[in-house]
């Protein structure tokens, strides 16, 4: 028992203990192959369990499997710590909600882990820790669309790439429009914007996202919390479209559940839902078949718990007495101030049950292009006479593009448009019989925009009786433009189509066309901008107009264009 040991049986040293077999075949002194020491010579794994650890973050619970590592140089105490179970538990949060943030854990009755501690020494396996966010980092949206798409597998959608990268870090508006977007990236787009309360104006318009997308669209509403202005236009959505929209609108005494809380906790709320919208355009979609098919409307219900101020829905086949949701929700509607049912197939009894059924004290904008049906002539006028001599009413912007108005149309609503700023009769079928009435239009102290384009049977000589009420309306006072495009004007131009300069002023007096010196001034001041592209009016008169144009606002900046079948005169500026 005395003799040395020989080298070979010399017991295995400390870090091999765990690799020595008394019993193997080679003897009871023989030791296996011993792997290469790991990559941290100070730790070794364990063969015991991990510990599982319910991690509490907001309203999230994650939980986490801890492997028990040893540091053999510390006397084998367990060297996974507190702060490695925060980053875990930050990494899990960044990951469910788009935050990257530093956490500080504690005990469910409110006691601070030190973040040194080791695992074992102050947590038991299964145990539940609280946590709190001390500072929170959200990346650039480029960025984060940027890694939705590596995470997803995909790369990044070019153009969608481009638009953030001139966005700014955070936008606030973000315009899409005819981007052909991907429904995969439409959701990777939505889901870099999540935690964030940045977005507040979002143009889908013609990015044909369909149903599926609208879908998509819904279940990312929580991370636009501030959206106020939503286009979704020229998609190709159907009720489909309409019934999942609705369903994110909470019902009347339904807590839309906003949480309000610190700045690093926006966009962890529960709301997922439309009630913040303000602006809303689904114009040209089929969301309903035409009237005759006699299928269900379902734009109501997407509208009944909304606020909203402007409403666009050009194309989609609405129609009043067809969709009485609709017109309820207008008669109780006290903020909407600008409504577009353009291209949409209105009958007689539809204006007057949608007229009716307005509050004429909110609307300041309505748009019925192409929306009304050809019908005796002067009812459509009567109607809305009826509707601006309404005590209170708001209305200061109609336009009745291409809805076959006659001169009667024009006559009685003549008499009621004191109010009016802009007014939009282009296309319909006014003659040169309706000069008194326009003449009535243009003496009105508002009126600051008068489009007649596109009527073709008013001649060179009412336009011409147009032009020179419009310089000296008011003794000048009120500048206003005027388009008189394709209006039948033809050349030669009678004499005082534009009123000539002062004598005395720098232009050549055989280029003006001759008329009274004394409305002067009333060039300066009358109009502001004036149309007349698709006129047969020749080369040399339009120079005429632009000389005279130009000579008489030498004090502003002007803009001349008439090239071809343009001829548009213009102050840049106010005058």
Known sequence: SDEPMDADDSPPPPMAMADYHPFSDSGPRSRRHVDPAPSHPALLRTDSGPLRIRVKVEKFVYLISCPRVLAIAHGGEDATSIAWLAEQAASRYQSSTGLKGTIQLCTVDGALLDPKDALTNVLSDNETVHSQISSIYVEPVSVRYAEACASGNVDCYKPVAKVLSTSGDYPSHLCLTDLCLPT??????LQSF????????????????????????????????????????????????????????????????????????????????????KCLHLGFNMFSSPPASGSKPSIGPVLAQLDLATLSLPGCFVTPLLQPSLTDWFGREQVLSKLDLSYNSLALPDLECLLSSLVHECLEELSLNAAIAPSVPGCVGRVF?????????????????????????????STNCDRLKEFDLSANLISWQAKKSLERLLE?????????????????????????????????????????????????LPPGFLAPLAPGEDCSDDVLLPTRSSVAVHIVTGLKALKLCGNAITAQDKGTLAVAWRCGRQSHAVKCAIQGDLCYLSTIGNL
């Open 385 to 413: 006479a009826m509707y601006l001599s309404k005590p209170g009413c708001a209305l200061l912007r109609l336009s009745l593009s291409s809805c076959s108005l006659s001169n009667d149309d024009v006559q009685l609503m």
């Open 444 to 492: 009105s102290h508002c009126l600051r925009r008068l489009s007649l384009a596109g009527n073709t049977m008013l001649g060179t000589a009412v336009c011409a009786a147009l032009v020179s009420l419009a310089l000296r309306r008011h003794n000048g006072t009120l500048p206003m433009s005027l388009d008189l495009s394709v209006c039948g004007i033809a050349s030669p």
């Open 194 to 277: 999540r935690g964030t309360d940045c977005l507040s104006h979002l143009d889908l318009s013609g990015c044909g996202i369909g149903d599926t997308g609208v879908g998509v669209f819904c279940q990312h509403l929580a991370s636009m919390p501030s959206l106020q202005h939503l286009n979704l236009a020229l998609n190709s959505l159907t009720n489909v479209s309409l019934s999942d929209m609705a369903k994110c609108i909470p019902k009347d005494g339904q807590d839309p559940g906003v949480r309000r809380g610190p700045s690093h906790q926006r966009g962890t709320s529960d709301a997922s839902h439309l009630s913040s919208l």
């Open 184 to 189: 995969n990236h439409l959701k990777f787009l």
